[in-house]
């Protein structure tokens, strides 16, 4: 060899601890970019735990079009066909070790997606399920493509779970049933949609021991607050910052929007470790909920102000 030249080190050689760092910095498109394929080294650091404890899919975002007949959207093949490329190649390299599963809230997933059944890029659901046994915590995508079987098959698998965060629902009483009977340690929820009485009353019923609600951005009725209040005992911490507090009086009388929280709500929540609000007018994203009657449209806001939330655990 001629003096003066340098040995260099092949790819293969690297240190995989190094490559684990280096790889922690990239995102779900570079991970999922073939990085896996240059060696068996690299696939090795490819696999890694740290790198898979949370699948971040909030990157991802559909192409639709809203249709006046169910699901109510249509999602363009080609956003179909990415989601379905990039969890397949995540799925496969977390070798079942994500415990933190997110979704955009304008992600329109399908039923089919999320059971992994027969057909093409509609397999990902239950492959989902079944390549995250130890899911912890889930951020739900929009509705409209999921359907009551598919979601209840998946909540049946996620026996670990301990947190949902989810768009509003229409009819949340099978959602909750089925998350009381597998889920035995769920403690956290945030509904990124309003509340009424019937979502307060399926809570005490099937989630009396909740520790951490979050209804923030959104429309509550005042008799559902006090229903959560009064029947959820092991509630700790409850977000309802920026939200319209709604009254319903005994007919004729209007609803009407309350402008502070009166004394009653306030004794009933002072056993809680947290109760945070904000009702101020001068409050921008109070403002905004007012201003999109309290159903935040998101897409209208800055990118990613929807991960936000007072609640530490709770804010992405």
Not at 32 to 59: E, F, H, K, N, Y
Not at 203 to 216: A, C, E, G, Y
Not at 258 to 277: G, N, P, W, Y
Request: proline content about 5%; charged content about 25%.
């Amino acid at each position: 060899m001629e003096e003066g030249a340098s040995i260099g080190r092949r790819w293969e050689e690297m240190d995989i601890d190094i490559l684990v760092r280096i790889f922690q910095s990239f995102d779900i498109f570079e991970l999922t970019s073939g990085i896996a394929q240059v060696c068996s080294t690299w696939r090795l650091a490819a696999c890694d735990p740290l790198l898979w404890r949370t699948l971040d899919l909030s990157m991802l975002k559909s192409n639709f079009i809203k249709i006046p007949l169910e699901p109510y959207v249509y999602v363009d093949c080609r956003s179909d066909k990415t989601l379905t490329k990039v969890l397949k190649i995540a799925l496969n390299l977390s070798r079942g070790n994500i415990q933190k599963l997110i979704f955009h809230f304008n992600l329109y997933i399908s039923d089919d997606q999320l059971t992994y059944a027969a057909e093409r890029y509609v397999k990902e659901v239950t492959r989902t399920c079944i390549m995250c046994p130890r899911l912890k915590r889930l951020v739900m995508p929009a509705w409209n493509r999921i359907k009551k079987t598919g979601i209840c098959r998946a909540i049946r698998m996620w026996e670990d779970l301990e947190s949902l965060t989810m768009p509003s629902i229409a009819s949340p009483l099978y959602l909750m049933e089925e998350i009381s009977r597998n889920c035995k340690n769920f403690s956290e929820l945030k509904i990124m949609g309003p509340c009424d009485i019937s979502f307060a009353s399926t809570l005490v019923d099937f989630l009396p021991t909740l520790k951490v609600l979050s209804l923030r951005c959104s429309t509550i009725l005042k008799d559902a607050l006090i229903i959560i209040l009064d029947g959820l005992p092991n509630l700790e911490v409850l977000n309802i910052s920026h939200c319209l507090l709604v009254e319903v009086p005994p007919p004729p009388a209007p609803k009407k929007v309350l402008k502070e929280i009166d004394v009653s709500i306030l004794e009933k929540a002072s056993r809680l470790r947290e109760f945070l609000t904000c009702m101020d007018n001068s409050c921008i994203m109070c403002q905004r909920a007012r201003s999109d009657e309290g159903l935040m449209r998101w897409y209208k806001y800055e990118e990613g102000l929807w991960k936000t939330d007072e609640v530490r655990s709770l804010a992405l």
